[in-house]
């Protein structure tokens, strides 16, 4: 139990475009969904926190308008980076938290997209 | 100061032998500790969760939680080189507060 999915699990993309990566909870329904990034040999960084049916929550420094949250259903959440450049290039990680019980209490992790621009 | 700390190691364990992870945070009002292991290109995948003070046991792993000093462990009996990962140790604040603040991590690797 407690799969979470994410799609792509690599992207390379010219420098201007924009690139959106799906975010899903496979075997539970999620309340709350996180966005992380890792840069290599550093830490995960939380970017926002979306719940379903809301605006998601950004964290200081992250720009909204560039990197959109949408989290239409109790399963999917999706992230939008638009008009990428080099310096988005990164690790790019969801996590879900469940209803009630043990899934309310945990964050888990989808595999993780590797975004690469040119 | 950080908010969540770990020794970045990394830590070099006999097979066989017990792996000891600590780490210690700084806001008192923490409520949830976990820790996770992340394989070199993959994302975290959680080992187990503690939030009473004491001892925790899945297996091979045990937590360890103590509030007073601040701090969490989780030990690894009879290391194995699958084992080898650099575990992340995360904080949860108080209640209501869903994030949850990440350490560095450790990078383990055991010696076969």
């Known amino acids: 139990g407690a799969v979470v999915s994410q799609h792509p699990s690599w992207v390379i993309c010219k420098s201007g475009t924009s690139v959106k990566i799906e975010c899903r909870s496979l075997d539970f329904q999620a309340t709350t969904m996180f966005w992380y990034r890792q840069f290599p040999k550093q830490s995960l960084m939380l970017m926002a926190t979306s719940n379903e049916g809301s605006k998601a929550t950004y964290e200081q420094g992250v720009e909204k308008d560039k990197f959109l949250i949408n989290h239409a259903s109790l399963t999917l959440s999706t992230l939008t980076v638009t008009s990428a450049h080099p310096e988005d290039s990164s690790f790019y990680i969801c996590s879900a938290r469940g209803l009630a019980g043990g899934l309310a209490e945990t964050q888990y992790f989808g595999p993780g997209t590797r975004l690469l621009v040119l | 100061q950080k908010e969540v700390e770990q020794n970045s190691g990394p830590l070099s364990v006999p097979e066989g032998a017990i792996a000891s992870l600590n780490c210690t945070y700084s806001?008192?009002?923490?409520?949830?500790f976990f820790w996770y292991r992340q394989y070199s290109g993959k994302s975290p995948e959680l080992i187990m969760f503690?939030?009473?003070?004491g001892d925790k046991e899945d297996g091979r792993f045990t937590a360890q939680l103590n509030k007073a000093s601040q701090y969490v462990s989780l030990l690894i009996r009879d290391s194995q080189p699958s084992d080898s990962a650099t575990y992340l140790c995360a904080v949860k604040g108080s209640w209501g507060n869903e994030k949850l603040t990440f350490g560095t991590g450790t990078r383990l690797t055991i010696i076969p």
């Open positions: 503690i939030y009473s003070n």
């Open positions: 806001d008192r009002g923490s409520q949830s």
